[in-house]
């Protein structure tokens, strides 16, 4: 593996890092915490295309498929999962401060095969439904906080993108099992079973982040701010495969250390309050602050998951006809997303860099979705009409766009999210980008039924929107993001330009001075533990 990294990941780090730092279970840790993503990946892949089942309609009683009414409920079907997730990604940020990485990742798993239980049970009335999709969505946005900053903090700077961004992949792989799954009770199953497997088995993520988890180790980081700098120790060197006197391992844990000492010395006891201070009072974190949430809401404004959620529909209004071929059409788009997300992961990531991949994509998601907008607003497709060429091409660009946004706005904004602040700020700052995530994906799933609905004929103005917004995230990438590529965690405060005299000025402002931590003391300790 080391030996092909090379090959793949180009950057500074990768050139003078040890390779025995990339052993298997920094991807077997990455993999395990990332079964959190496939939940909502499934999910989000399963209800788009249950929604639209005969046997669900009915069951349910949405009405006609094309009303107002309908679409509607079928917003409000989809988008409770998002207000759950909103709410549990709020309320993972002290969770998982105060319990750990590790033990909040397997609580989520528990509330996700909660809300699932309900939902497969729901038999038709929409109470369970809702509720259970609620509390599905606690544990979904709650292991969206934890989940990258797990991650990032076990993983080796040079692979750092390559580990946080399987997040995205987990989630669209999650989409695409669900997709297939949707195309093949379609087919093979008919009544209440075929709509109560899907909805039943989109808990098996869950169930293997809770397994895989209690399998592996708390983060380092975690432990060192919680002062177990026995364990601490202990743990970095299981997972970077080295021995406890390497110079990597010493130059690494002296960085936490330094890193931890001065955010100490910055705030002392951190209490909420105080972290809300240093969070917008300090210029840079400010900056980091407001760049997590705008990029987060760039990610929703491009439109993706409104096609994620609604492709089948989406393909209908495109001239594909009958729910199988829609829904078959459907599962090509998942694996297109599975593909792209892959390439951008080996090729680009570490190697391209956030920055040009977030340029690279909104330049082609825009392209893509004025052209669909443009089309069905002047050459709409005919019923009983074959598909034009045009026609074609629009459908077409419905997977170029699927491919161009795990190019760039897909992982790289969890990247950046959960890499750009300060360790001490990290667990807010994620919870911050995520739990805005979580609001404009549920204001995107809410609207978009009503969109395609209203918004001009097919609702052509909802792809021109979209294309819109993607043109702005260009002009926004350009001049205020900068790239973060093979540069360690502990020195993002120098590239964001952290000023000595802007550290003083909040230094003499907090009301506790933290000692240093004596380091050398702690790493005699651990040099002869076993691990």
């Excluded at 601490?232 to 010493?250: C, E, F, G």
């Excluded at 917008?280 to 760049?291: D, E, F, G, I, S």
């Excluded at 089948?312 to 829904?327: A, D, H, R, V």
């Excluded at 392209?367 to 002047?378: A, E, K, P, S």
Aim: glycine share 10%; with cysteine.
């Amino acid at each position: 593996m080391p030996s092909l990294l090379k090959y793949i990941v180009k950057n500074d780090a990768m050139k003078s890092d040890p390779k025995e730092i990339y052993g298997w279970r920094v991807y077997l840790l990455a993999c395990s915490a990332c079964f959190g993503a496939m939940s909502f990946g499934w999910d989000s892949g399963v209800i788009g295309g249950v929604i639209n089942l005969d046997s669900f309609i009915a069951a349910y009683g949405l009405g006609s498929k094309d009303d107002v009414a309908t679409a509607n409920l079928q917003g409000n079907i989809v988008s409770v999962l998002q207000a759950g997730c909103f709410v549990g990604s709020l309320a993972a940020y002290p969770l998982t401060d105060a319990f750990g990485r590790k033990p909040c990742l397997m609580a989520a798993a528990l509330f996700t095969l909660a809300g699932v239980a309900m939902q497969a049970a729901a038999s038709g009335h929409l109470e369970p439904m809702y509720i259970g999709r609620f509390i599905s969505g606690l544990g979904v946005g709650g292991s969206s906080v934890i989940n990258p900053i797990y991650v990032t903090e076990n993983a080796p700077r040079a692979i750092r993108g390559l580990l946080t961004g399987l997040y995205q992949m987990f989630i669209v792989t999650g989409g695409m099992i669900a997709f297939w799954g949707n195309y093949a009770v379609s087919i093979h199953l008919s009544g209440p079973r075929q709509y109560i497997v899907p909805l039943a088995i989109q808990g098996l993520p869950a169930l293997l982040l809770f397994s895989l988890m209690a399998l592996c180790n708390e983060s380092p980081r975690y432990l060192a701010r919680k002062d177990r700098w026995e364990d601490a120790k202990a743990v970095l060197t299981r997972i970077r495969n080295l021995s406890p006197d390497h110079p990597y391992l010493q130059d690494e844990f002296q960085e936490i250390a330094d890193q931890l000492d001065y955010e100490r010395r910055l705030i002392g006891d951190a209490t909420f309050w105080s972290l809300q201070k240093e969070m917008w009072t300090v210029p840079t974190n400010r900056k980091r602050a407001l760049l997590s949430i705008i990029l987060m809401i760039c990610q929703q404004m491009t439109g993706t998951n409104a096609i994620n959620v609604y492709a089948p529909q989406i393909f209908k209004n495109l001239g594909i006809t009958g729910t199988s071929n829609s829904l078959l059409s459907t599962g090509v788009y998942g694996i297109v997303k599975v593909m792209s997300c892959a390439i951008f992961l080996l090729f680009m990531a570490d190697s391209l860099g956030r920055r040009r991949s977030l340029l690279f994509s909104s330049v082609g998601q825009a392209f893509c979705m004025f052209y669909i907008g443009l089309y069905v607003r002047i050459s709409p497709p005919v019923d009983g009409q074959p598909v034009p060429g045009a026609g074609y091409f629009a459908l077409v660009c419905i997977f170029i766009f699927a491919a161009f946004f795990q190019f760039g706005w897909g992982p790289a904004c969890w990247i950046l999210v959960s890499e750009i602040p300060a360790a001490r700020l990290r667990p807010m700052n994620v919870a911050l980008g995520a739990a805005t995530q979580w609001l404009f994906n549920f204001v995107v799933a809410r609207a978009v039924p009503n969109m395609l609905a209203t918004v001009g004929e097919h609702g052509y103005g909802t792809y021109l929107i979209f294309g819109s917004f993607c043109v702005c995230m260009f002009f926004f990438v350009w001049f205020f993001i900068p790239e973060t590529k093979g540069i360690s965690l502990e020195h993002m405060d120098e590239l964001f330009g952290a000023r000595e005299e802007e550290k003083l000025e909040v230094t003499e402002s907090g009301k506790h001075d933290m000692s240093k931590v004596e380091i050398e003391e702690h790493s005699h300790r651990t040099d002869n533990k076993s691990v």
